[in-house]
């Protein structure tokens, strides 16, 4: 069996089956918010890598990529607009499915017109010709890629980029599987978070291999708990810590 020193390629979460219980998969999307609000460190994020470049006056676009069920991007438009800050955010996705669910989620109050979701990827986005985004983020994306696809996303973000990319990930672990699987195990038993959060961290990338796929210009940041930020600034930005 594999160990924890090398990514698990080649399996499929049950989330990803076109064929999987409906019911099941609209119960993960749903149990998403709770999980990323416990785990993902998307607030911290917010507050030290985005709030910052944010005006009451001028707005700002932000293009989230493989947004599943819309509990980040939604997040994040409601920080914003609790924080009276302009932000416009494109959230996409490959799945039919995701985009069905988030598009009909209730948005937080002010954020109304100022969140679209779309059926589209990256690559999709770049041959459009679309027009450059301030940030660009992805939740758990990353550990869904070959070393290939990871680089072609990579330059799709510096082509619609003019200010910060933000691919927030986990960092594989026995630790982390251990406390995940005992964590969620008596809590979604009626959907997949269970199952598929346990693959997702044999699948997803440690640091040291992050940091040595990442093209110049890119690093790594390490979060709390068991997370990687893989980051690119645009050239002439102002690098973050």
Known sequence: MLGFGQRLLGAQEKMDDLACDPRQL????????LVNDVL???????????RPHLSATRPSRLLDIGCGGGDVPIRLAQW???DRLRLDITAIDADARAIRYASVRPLPSGAEGHLHFRQAMSGD???????????????HLLHHLSAAELQALLDDCQHLCVGTVIHNDIGRSALAYALFGLGTWPLFRESFIHDDGLLSIRRSFSKPELAALAPPGWRVRSLIPFRNLLIYRA??????A
Request: without cysteine; aromatic residues 14%.
């Open 26 to 33: 609209e119960r993960t999307y749903h149990h998403f918010g």
């Open 40 to 50: 993902s460190g998307w607030r911290s994020v917010y507050l030290r890598r985005i």
């Open 80 to 82: 914003a607009a609790r």
């Open 125 to 139: 986005l770049v041959r459009e010709g679309s027009q450059p985004f301030d940030f660009i983020t992805s939740n």
């Open 235 to 240: 050239p002439g930005k102002r690098p973050d």
